[in-house]
Structure formats: structure tokens, C-alpha cells
């Protein structure tokens, strides 16, 4: 068994109405240390207002030598982007 | 108190003491700067010694300011001797194992805690300030170093072991924290600050609560190592000053 403590995936959300994003990883032997260390390594210049952590085992990834079926299909339709309609400016930010 | 020459020396004193031990604290912290056991703990360890230079910073320009003299926080950081100095023992003793400043942490931090919470009410208005805007800072190293003793007293055999003996090693030099002298009682007396020793009911019920969770037992002994805050040092004060104020003392004014 490795002694390596277990790679977190580490998720800040940058202000209030944003989404979490992903902004990279750790080693931390559980959640509560993740938390702590992703304050440590990540926050330090004020980059957020919440924190998630998830085990990098958890996430299931797409298969990289998939990506022509599953991506290429969507090049050619541009008819998917709802870029034909105008935004009105009250709208806001989509 | 600023105006009267007698109440000033107590409040440059006091101010020095604060200011000391956060700055000998913190070069200590720093001396782990790429050593530590693992990056994320590597890069929390410069953070908390960040932090702990910058309290150092707020509590000695306050200090130059009170003394008078045109001394600034740079003048008091690296232009004293060790005899001038007043920080804690507990600041200066070598950084030892990653489970001995751990240890050695944690006891300053919940003293730290304690001691800033009852300044918030202080009658200087610069001291409740200082005192908020660290206190916020305290109350992080706080939780997280009383984290880490519980996983490391509670942890392997090997590790409990190491934290035991860091425990007895540092344990006389917390009496110092109570010791109350002439400066403390002038500084309570003029609604400035409080009695040192009356925070030590609340410490030894906080570290006592912590280290029961850490299954590590408070050394029975009542032997006391004091004098740091009196300008009375251990040896390792010397050497300390010696490599941080190597820049300043060899290439005076230097600057970038």
C-alpha cells in the first residue's frame, strides 16, 4: 500500500454568484486537512469565499482517446449555439 | 498614557513584548521554508510564519511611535541586541522536530487566543485594533495546530512518542506566559491590557482539553523557565539574530 496520503481535487468558488471552479490538487490524508491545506496552498492572495474538496479517486473521467466520438459530432452544428438570438441587456451576464 | 514619561516606558515595554515574540515566533516558523515533511504543509508553515511577521510589524511600529525616538518596526527588528529583546523563551527555542514546533505552536496559539480577545476591550484604541485584525489570523493557527497535535498525539506510536517529549520539553517555558510583573500590573491598572495571570485558568483548561484528545499527558512538573519577556535570554537567542539580522548589521540601510 502506498504511504502517499490520498490526491483531492480542490474546487474555489471566487465570489458570490460564481460557479466553484476547479483550480488544481493535494495531498491530504482526509477531508478535513484537504480543506485546511486547500486554504493554504490556494487562498493565500484572497482567490475565494468557499471551498470544496473532492477525492480524486472519485471522479470519473472521460476516455481522452474517445474524444472524436464523443466531441467531433458537435463541430458542424452550429445550429446548437443560441447564437442567432439577440440577449436583452437586462439579461445580464449568461 | 503617552504623555506621562513613566506610563510611556511601560507601554513601549509591553509593546515590545507583544511585538517580540511574534517576530522571533515567526522567524522560527520561516526557518522551516522548504523543509517541511510535505509541500502543503510546507506552504501553510510560510504562511503562518507570514502572518506572525506581520503582527511583529503592526506591534513594534506602534511601539517606535510610542517610544518617541524615531525608531522604526525595521529599527527594533534588526538594530537590538539580544538583551533588548523581549519575547517569550517559548519563541526562541530551536524549531527541533516538525512535532516540537507543532507543539510549541500550538501552546503560543491558544495563549495568543485568550490574551487577544481580552485586548479587544483594551482603552488604546490602537491596541484593539491590532488586536482584531490578528486575532482573526490567531484563530485559524489556533484550530489548526490544536488539529494537528490531536492526529499526531493520537497517531502512530512513533509519533505519539515525539509529541510526548516535545510536550515535556517545552511545557516549563508556558509558566512565563502568567508571570506577571510592574509593566503588566501598571499596563491592567490603566485599562490598557490585563493581568497575565489571570488568563491561565482558561489556557490550562483549553491546552488541557486538547492534549487529553491527543492522549498526551500534562507534565507533572512545576519547574518554570522565565525571563525572555525581561530581556534575560537562552543561547539560541544569539544565534537567531545573528543570521536575521545579518543583512541589516553587515550592509547597514540596506534596502530593494
Redesign the interface.
Given at each position: 500500500m502506498s504511504k502517499e496520503?490520498p490526491l483531492w481535487e480542490v474546487f474555489i468558488r471566487g465570489q458570490h454568484g460564481l460557479n466553484h471552479r476547479h483550480v488544481g490538487s493535494?495531498?491530504?490524508?482526509d477531508a478535513?486537512?484537504a480543506l485546511?491545506?486547500a486554504?493554504?496552498?490556494y487562498t493565500?492572495r484572497k482567490e475565494g469565499v468557499s471551498i470544496w474538496v473532492v477525492p480524486s479517486a472519485q471522479i470519473s473521467a472521460s476516455d481522452p482517446g474517445d474524444k472524436d466520438s464523443l466531441f467531433e459530432p458537435s463541430v458542424d452544428k452550429v445550429y446548437r449555439h443560441p447564437s442567432f438570438f439577440k440577449i436583452p441587456d437586462e439579461v445580464g451576464k449568461m | 498614557m503617552q504623555n506621562d514619561p513613566i506610563a510611556r516606558d511601560y507601554l513601549f515595554e509591553w509593546l515590545l513584548r507583544r511585538g517580540d515574540s511574534a517576530l522571533i515566533m515567526g522567524h522560527r516558523m520561516s526557518e522551516w521554508c522548504g523543509h517541511a515533511p510535505v509541500l502543503e504543509e510546507d506552504i501553510a508553515l510560510a504562511n503562518i510564519a507570514l502572518d506572525l511577521i506581520g503582527q511583529a510589524r503592526l506591534w513594534l511600529s506602534y511601539a517606535g511611535a510610542v517610544e518617541g525616538r524615531g525608531r522604526g518596526e525595521d529599527d527594533l527588528a534588526f538594530l537590538r541586541d539580544a538583551w533588548d529583546f523581549r519575547n517569550l523563551l517559548l519563541a526562541e527555542q530551536p524549531n527541533g522536530d516538525f512535532g516540537k514546533t507543532l507543539m510549541r505552536h500550538f501552546l503560543y496559539d491558544a495563549h495568543q487566543v485568550l490574551l487577544l480577545e481580552k485586548l479587544l476591550s483594551s482603552r488604546d484604541e490602537r491596541i484593539c485594533e491590532i488586536s482584531e485584525k490578528t486575532l482573526k489570523e490567531v484563530r485559524y493557527h489556533a484550530e489548526r495546530s490544536a488539529d494537528l497535535v490531536v492526529r499526531l498525539g493520537d497517531g502512530t506510536q512513533e509519533s505519539h512518542q515525539r509529541m510526548q517529549a516535545a510536550l515535556e520539553s517545552l511545557w516549563p517555558y508556558t509558566s512565563e506566559f502568567f508571570e506577571t510583573d510592574e509593566t503588566d500590573r501598571a499596563m491592567a491598572e490603566a485599562g490598557l491590557a490585563v493581568l497575565p495571570e489571570t488568563l491561565k485558568e482558561d489556557w490550562s483548561e483549553m491546552v488541557g482539553s486538547v492534549l487529553d484528545a491527543a492522549t498526551l499527558i500534562v507534565p507533572k512538573t512545576g519547574f518554570a523557565r522565565t525571563g525572555g519577556t525581561t530581556g534575560r535570554h537562552s543561547e539560541h537567542l544569539g544565534h537567531l539574530l545573528a543570521d536575521m539580522q545579518f543583512l541589516q548589521r553587515a550592509y547597514p540601510g540596506a534596502a530593494w
Open positions: 496520503w493535494l495531498h491530504a490524508p478535513e486537512m485546511k491545506n486554504r493554504d496552498v493565500r | -
